[in-house]
T-cell receptor, first 115, second 110 residues
C-alpha cells in the first residue's frame, strides 16, 4: 500500500494527557498537511510542511499543538494537556508539487477521544 | 480566506441523477476540488477544476464557472454506495492548502 498512512487509528485518552500521532505520506510527496475534522464539518486546516520546513500554521493550532517533520518524510502531531474539545479526527494528507494540479491525498485519519 | 457554501443534505433514488452545488468567495482562485467521504473514513479525491467548463469522469462530472464563483458535482446513475458526504474545497492562488466546505450528505434510497 503506497497511500498516506496514519498511526494510531484510534486513541482514547484522559483529559490532561499528551498524545502523539504519526503520519507517513506517499513516498515521493514533498508536501504534508494536517487537518482536523469534527462531526458534520469539513476538514479544517492546521498546518503544512514543504519537505522539513513548516510553512504555515493555522490560528486553530494553539500552543498545546506542535507538529514536526524532521527529515522531510514522516511527520508527528503532538497535543499536550489534551482537552475534551480536542476530540476529533486528525487527518494527514500529502501532495506533490507538479503539473498534475497538486492534488492532496488523505490518510485514513486518527480518531481522538478525550474523556 | 474563503467562504464556501454547499447544501447540507440531499436525497435521491437509486439510478437517478443528483447535482450538488458549491459557491465560493476567494481573494485569488487556483483550483476547486471535490472529495467523497464515507462515514468514519478519510476523504477521497474525485475531481479537480481550474478552468471553466465540465470535467467528466465516469458517472461523476464536475463543472466550474470562475466568474460566478460556482461549481457543481453531478452524480449520474446513482448507486447505494454513493451515499456519502461530498466536500467542495478551494485552493487560493500562491497557496497550497485546501479550504473545505462543510460537506453535503447524499442519501441514496432504493
Amino acid at each position: 500500500d503506497t497511500g498516506v498512512s496514519q498511526d494510531p487509528r484510534h486513541k482514547i485518552t484522559k483529559r490532561g494527557q499528551n498524545v502523539t500521532f504519526r503520519c507517513d505520506p506517499i513516498s515521493e510527496h514533498n508536501r504534508l498537511y494536517w487537518y482536523r475534522q469534527t462531526l458534520g464539518q469539513g476538514p479544517e486546516f492546521l498546518t503544512y510542511f514543504q519537505n522539513e520546513a513548516q510553512l504555515e500554521k493555522s490560528r486553530l493550532l494553539s500552543d498545546r499543538f506542535s507538529a514536526e517533520r524532521p527529515k522531510g518524510s514522516f511527520s508527528t502531531l503532538e497535543i499536550q494537556r489534551t482537552e475534551q474539545g480536542d476530540s476529533a479526527m486528525y487527518l494527514c494528507a500529502s501532495s506533490l508539487n507538479g503539473p498534475a494540479g497538486n492534488t492532496i491525498y488523505f490518510g485514513e485519519g486518527s480518531w481522538l477521544t478525550v474523556v | 480566506g474563503q467562504n464556501i457554501d454547499q447544501p447540507t443534505e440531499m436525497t435521491a433514488t437509486e439510478g437517478a441523477i443528483v447535482q450538488i452545488n458549491c459557491t465560493y468567495q476567494t481573494s485569488g482562485f487556483n483550483g476547486l476540488f471535490w472529495y467523497q467521504q464515507h462515514a468514519g473514513e478519510a476523504p477521497t479525491f474525485l475531481s479537480y477544476n481550474v478552468l471553466d467548463g465540465l470535467e467528466e469522469k465516469g458517472r461523476f462530472s464536475s463543472f466550474l464557472s470562475r466568474s460566478k464563483g460556482y461549481s457543481y458535482l453531478l452524480l449520474k446513475e446513482l448507486q447505494m454506495k454513493d451515499s456519502a458526504s461530498y466536500l467542495c474545497a478551494v485552493r487560493d492562488f500562491n497557496d497550497y492548502k485546501l479550504s473545505f466546505g462543510a460537506g453535503t450528505t447524499v442519501t441514496v434510497r432504493a
